[in-house]
T-cell receptor, first 110, second 115 residues
Framework: GQSLEQPSEVTAVEGAIVQINCTYQ??????LSWYQQHDGGAPTFLSY????GLEETGRFSSFLSRSDSYGYLLLQELQMKDSASYFC???????????FGAGTQVVVTP | DGGITQSPKYLFRKEGQNVTLSCEQN?????MYWYRQDPGQGLRLIYY???????QKGDIAEGYSVSREKKESFPLTVTSAQKNPTAFYLC??????????????FGAGTRLSVL
């Protein structure tokens, strides 16, 4: 079967740093993506890693280790608007089919 | 403005009834997808289509049907065979140019409930 494991909830204060881990076990692996979803809204793409290492996009960074089947999303300088659910997703075939994790709810407090 | 439009925003289904959720995109994307999201859970793939007049079953296709007669449109029918249809339904589209990266763009969703 396919599985992606990520923590269900993380709470942090404004200005802090949060790391959301994702471990995966899938039949195929072409890359790891991260999506953000505010309550009741549409998921939006944040980042993508196909190769090992760190990708930085503003306050958000994403890391991948293919040998460990592991990645993480790092949120820096947390803001109240970062309160949302964050999903990791593995591209499992050459057509781009995505397998999503259950999501991590990030709660930012003042 | 380019984007994906889903309608209606809220939908109620009576027992034994088929209902159809609309998804239209003007992004000129080749691929389109339907996902189901239950509370506190991730997105599960129902159906996807890489090209007009072709589509494939996802992980939870039973009780659902789709068509792809136009590039812009990918409607989803929730049939009476789907016994637990209450969920948030999301439609997405993507370019096929970089399949592995496959950035998907989502509509605002349709919330389906059973009367």
């Amino acid at each position: 079967g396919q599985s992606l494991e990520q923590p269900s909830e993380v709470t942090a204060v404004e200005g802090a740093i949060v790391q959301i881990n994702c471990t995966y076990q899938t039949s195929g692996f072409y890359g790891l993506s991260w999506y953000q979803q505010h309550d009741g809204g549409a998921p939006t793409f944040l980042s993508y890693n196909a190769l090992d290492g760190l990708e930085e996009t503003g306050r958000f960074s994403s890391f991948l280790s293919r040998s460990d089947s592991y990645g993480y999303l790092l949120l820096q300088e947390l803001q109240m608007k970062d309160s949302a659910s964050y999903f990791c997703a593995v591209t499992t075939d050459s057509w781009g089919k995505l397998q999503f994790g259950a999501g991590t709810q990030v709660v930012v407090t003042p | 403005d380019g984007g994906i439009t889903q309608s209606p925003k809220y939908l109620f289904r009576k027992e034994g009834q088929n209902v159809t959720l609309s998804c239209e995109q003007n992004l000129n994307h080749d691929a389109m997808y339907w996902y189901r999201q239950d509370p506190g859970q991730g997105l599960r793939l129902i159906y996807y289509s890489q090209i007009v007049n072709d589509f494939q079953k996802g992980d939870i296709a039973e009780g659902y049907s789709v068509s792809r007669e136009k590039k812009e449109s990918f409607p989803l029918t929730v049939t009476s065979a789907q016994k637990n249809p209450t969920a948030f339904y999301l439609c997405a589209s993507s370019l096929r140019r970089d399949r592995a990266k496959n950035i998907q763009y989502f509509g605002a969703g349709t919330r389906l409930s059973v009367l």
